[in-house]
């Protein structure tokens, strides 16, 4: 099974979430780029990849010149102060993080019912692969 997300669809969550506009577009196959506007600096870029799954953690690598990896290490610190949830981010030397969604409380029950296969970007969208796991009772 296939979950489609439009870019616009995730761009107005992520502004209706934290006020901030970040424009997504599509960077290749496991690819999605994000650009943000920064006081003095103009638009700064990442490149978001999607390395692989493994269970329900998603393991993204990224990239976008000097000053990315420090730029995103503060920001999740300071995402982590002000929400519990945002343990779920983890950041690795390497340019390499892990999103362990199945830590979050509110998608662990949903981890419970299907395994994720795949994230995956066309020219409009995000794409999650999943299978629904078989319950017997």
Request: aromatic share 6%; net charge negative; proline share 4%.
């Amino acid at each position: 099974m296939q979950l489609k997300l439009t870019y616009n669809e995730v761009e107005h969550l992520i502004a209706e979430k934290s006020g901030k506009e970040l424009p997504l577009c599509f960077g290749g196959p496991h690819t999605v780029r994000i650009s943000h506007k920064v006081p003095l600096m103009g638009s700064v870029g990442i490149d978001i990849n999607v390395e692989g799954v493994q269970g329900s953690d998603v393991i993204l690598s990224f990239g976008g010149g000097a000053g990315i990896e420090y730029m995103l290490r503060a920001a999740i610190t300071q995402a982590q102060k002000q929400n519990p949830n945002a343990n779920m981010v983890e950041l690795f030397d390497g340019n390499k993080l892990k999103l362990s969604l199945g830590s979050n409380p509110n998608l662990s029950s949903m981890f419970d019912n299907i395994t994720l296969q795949d994230i995956h970007f066309d020219e409009q969208s995000i794409m999650i692969d999943f299978v629904p796991r078989a319950t017997f009772s």
